[in-house]
Structures are given as C-alpha cells and as structure tokens.
C-alpha cells in the first residue's frame, strides 16, 4: 500500500509542464536529456531533482517499449553518489503520453562515473545547490 501511496505522489507531483532544461543531446543516439532545475528539493547535504531523457526511437525493457523516461534522482553532492527514487517510462517523447511503467521504491546508491550523463547531471545539480 505505501508503494502505491509513494507512485501516486510521485506522479501528482511530477513536473508535467515542468521547466525542462536540456542538458545534452545525442546526436547517434537521438536522445535528449533534460533536468528540471526550477523544482530542486536540498535536504541537508542530499539533492532531488527531476531528470527527463527522450527518445527518438522507442527504448525497449523486457516487452515493454517506450520514448521517455522521468526519473526522481537523489545526489549525494559530497560522496558523488546518486540514487534514483522513483521513475516512470512513457510511451510519448518528454514524459509525455500513456505512463507504460512506474516503479516508486528507490533503488540502491551508486557511485557517479565521470564523463557520464549523470556526473553532468549531477555538477549541475550541485553546483545550483552552492549558488543557493
């Protein structure tokens, strides 16, 4: 029951028309990445933030298919870690369209590699907490 509780809140308060600011595009890939900078959450040295990455071709996991994915994402700004709390696959592009999978628990920490989507996500991220 809280899972259900936990996905409910997350999608409520998921940013929908969310000021989604483009951190890098792959151009072999065709896939965009965003991060929603207007809706940071600091809870001591830890920061939530939205990530939103776009397909241009649907992405598969197992038999479902999807063009977006809108994550939740924890970091850990001093131990370069993140983890992700809750993510949604979509079957539109910008987190947008039928919600094809939610999972609301979150999932373990893990280190942050450089040169990574992430690490930019994350200097980003940490960075803005500094300047706050």
């Not at 259900?4 to 989604?20: K, Q, R, Y």
């Not at 298919?65 to 709390?85: G, N, P």
């Amino acid at each position: 029951m809280k899972k259900i509780i936990f996905v409910l809140l997350i999608a409520l308060s998921s940013p929908s028309h969310a000021d989604w600011d483009l951190i890098y595009k792959d151009t072999q890939k065709k896939t965009e990445y965003f991060l929603n900078l207007a809706d940071t959450v600091s809870q001591k040295e830890k920061i939530r933030a939205w990530t939103l990455e776009s397909f241009s071709q649907p992405e598969k996991a197992g038999s479902l298919e999807y063009l977006s994915v809108k994550s939740f994402v924890e970091f850990d700004c001093q131990a370069s870690k993140l983890r992700i709390l809750a993510y949604s696959l979509y079957g539109s592009n910008m987190g947008k369209g039928k919600t094809i999978f939610s999972k609301g628990s979150p999932m373990e920490w893990a280190v942050i590699n450089d040169n990574t989507v992430y690490s930019a996500y994350s200097q980003i991220v940490c960075a803005e907490s500094i300047s706050d």
